[in-house]
């Protein structure tokens, strides 16, 4: 059975900093494309970085670059997001995704990944 479980959320002051964990079970790590997604009141769920680990590449969406980054540990099967300088905005639940397709253009659309964690709440204080 495929499992991937978030951890990691909190409440933070805005300037400050967290690290979430994705544990990933039941399934090939290497071969996969892990993205992390965030969902806010009111709004759609969006994409915000991505580590496609075939590949080894990574990306991020424009609002996150230079303040978050993915990283992964193969021993652990478990990829990170590290997210520094936070800001009110960046308050939402956190979820991490999987897909086996390889890494592309649609990265950051939901509907594109097979597994999702429970999510995670962020919560950034001003």
């Known amino acids: 059975e495929v499992q991937l479980v978030e951890s990691g959320g909190g409440l933070v002051q805005a300037g400050g900093s967290l690290r979430l964990s994705c544990a990933a079970s039941?399934?090939?790590?290497?071969?996969?494309?892990i993205g992390w997604f965030r969902q806010a009141p009111g709004k759609e769920r969006e994409g915000v970085s991505v580590?496609?680990?075939?590949?080894?590449?990574?990306y991020y969406k424009d609002p996150v670059k230079g303040r978050f980054t993915v990283s992964s540990d193969h021993a652990r099967n478990t990829v990170y997001l590290q997210m520094n300088s936070l800001k009110p905005e960046d308050t939402a639940v956190y979820y991490c995704?999987?897909?086996?397709?390889?890494?592309?253009?649609?990265?950051?659309?939901?509907?594109?990944?097979?597994?999702w964690g429970q999510g995670t709440q962020v919560t950034v204080s001003s």
């Open positions: 995704a999987g897909r086996l397709d390889p890494l592309g253009s649609t990265w950051s659309l939901p509907r594109e990944y097979t597994y």
């Open positions: 039941g399934f090939s790590f290497d071969d996969y494309t």
């Open positions: 580590f496609g680990l075939r590949e080894r590449v990574t």
